[in-house]
């Protein structure tokens, strides 16, 4: 798999510009959905190297990252006289970056793709390391393949139009990358005020959580090992998430800031993180993203979708876990007593 390239983009037009001749091409096609059209298409389309490039769009939200919007992208692609050789944007939250990238990845057996994320979870997660794809059968992310953007050009001013909500969603994953990269920064993310936003201080601590996943990644691209570090929080969260879906659906960063406050409890249990550092996070989530209710009787369930996570090997509960800021341990494993201990915490907290 190629490089990718990762670039703060203070000055939209000659990033873009940049990014686009570097990857020849005949046509260029930008993806966008229905919302990323009205909001962010217009800060891209008058750019004169734009002039000429189909726009194609898929419904918004992650329950249109499904084979009838890839199938459609695909379709357009062809109507639209696409080769081997054009070149796609992805301008758009998570969804369309990975469904944009698993589209571009499969026409014609592989065209080359930008990705342009426009919310705050895509720019720090979803857009950068390779992983694309689409859901399918009732489960997230089933089918997909690696691949790499040519460029990952992340744009801050475009978040200004993003929802609280939105915000909330993806700064669980900053939240995450300071937990398993520097004291400093957790101690930033951890002060930040999210109800009045900074978007230029925002914008710095976004390229620093970037480069995060960016090192990780770099180090292990298809998770044999290390990038398991990035799983931190998902465990559980991946359960409550599911669960959630079952009653009231929640975005993915709260379900993960839910799984983080379960995980460091596990963490301080059974690999010595500090339990203050512990506390501080728990404050931090439970003023930002208040607490989906649920009751021991929710116990079986959470365990039995725990147990059927895909990063489970053997039939084990796999959990990333931390000794400190920044010290990952992979590959730990709890006993369902100690999963409903670190639920029951949730539960008081
Ligand atoms: N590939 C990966 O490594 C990876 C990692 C994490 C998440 N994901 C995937 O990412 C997706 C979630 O991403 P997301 O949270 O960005 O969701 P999303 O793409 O569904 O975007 C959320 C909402 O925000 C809107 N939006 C986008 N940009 C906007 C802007 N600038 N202003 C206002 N509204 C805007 C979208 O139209 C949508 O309604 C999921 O499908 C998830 O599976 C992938
Ligand atoms: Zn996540």
Redesign the pocket.
């Known amino acids: 798999m190629e490089k990718q390239k990762v670039i703060i983009a203070e000055l939209l037009e000659q990033t873009l510009a940049t990014a686009v001749s570097e990857c020849e091409h005949d046509r260029m096609f930008v993806l966008t959905?229905t919302?990323?059209r009205q909001?962010?298409l217009p800060r891209i389309a008058a750019f004169p190297f734009m002039q000429g490039a189909e726009v194609i769009t898929i419904g918004?939200?992650?329950q249109h990252?499904t084979l009838d919007s890839l199938s459609h992208v695909w379709t357009e692609l062809g109507r639209m006289g696409a080769t081997r050789h054009s070149l796609l944007i992805n301008l758009?939250?998570?969804?369309?970056t990975?469904l944009g990238g698993f589209a571009a990845s499969t026409f014609k057996r592989g065209i080359n793709y930008i990705n342009i994320p426009?919310?705050l979870?895509?720019m720090v997660?979803?857009s950068v390391?390779g992983?694309?794809g689409i859901n399918f059968g009732g489960l997230?992310?089933e089918i997909g393949v690696f691949s790499n953007a040519s460029s990952v050009i992340l744009h801050t001013p475009?978040?200004e139009?993003?929802?609280g909500e939105?915000i909330c969603?993806?700064y669980a994953e900053m939240l995450k990358h300071g937990l398993i990269g520097t004291e400093q920064a957790f101690a930033e993310l951890l002060t930040f005020d999210l109800d009045v936003i900074d978007y230029f201080h925002l914008s710095r601590m976004v390229a620093e959580s970037v480069k995060v996943k960016e090192r990780i990644v770099m180090e292990d691209p298809t998770e044999k090992g290390i990038r398991k570090a990035l799983n931190l929080g998902h465990t559980i969260g991946h359960a409550f998430e599911s669960l959630a879906l079952q009653r009231q659906p929640v975005?993915?960063g709260y379900a993960v800031a839910w799984g983080l406050i379960c995980e460091l409890y596990l963490s301080c249990v059974k690999t010595g993180f500090p339990t203050d550092k512990m506390r501080q996070t728990v404050r931090f989530i439970n003023k930002h993203y208040g607490r989906m209710a649920i009751t021991c009787n929710d116990y079986p369930v959470l365990l039995e979708l725990m147990t059927h996570d895909k990063k489970n090997v053997a039939g084990r509960i796999n959990f990333t876990l931390l000794g400190g800021i920044g010290d990952i341990r992979i590959n730990q494993t709890a006993t369902n007593d100690e999963i409903c201990e670190a639920l029951d915490f949730y539960r008081e907290g």
């Not at 758009?92 to 369309?96: A, E, K, L, Y």
Request: with cysteine; net charge negative; proline share 0%.
């Open positions: 959905d919302t990323t909001l962010c918004a939200t992650d990252k758009g939250g998570g969804m369309v990975d426009t919310t979870l895509a997660d979803a390391g992983k694309t997230k992310n475009f978040l139009t993003l929802d939105n969603s993806g975005l993915h």
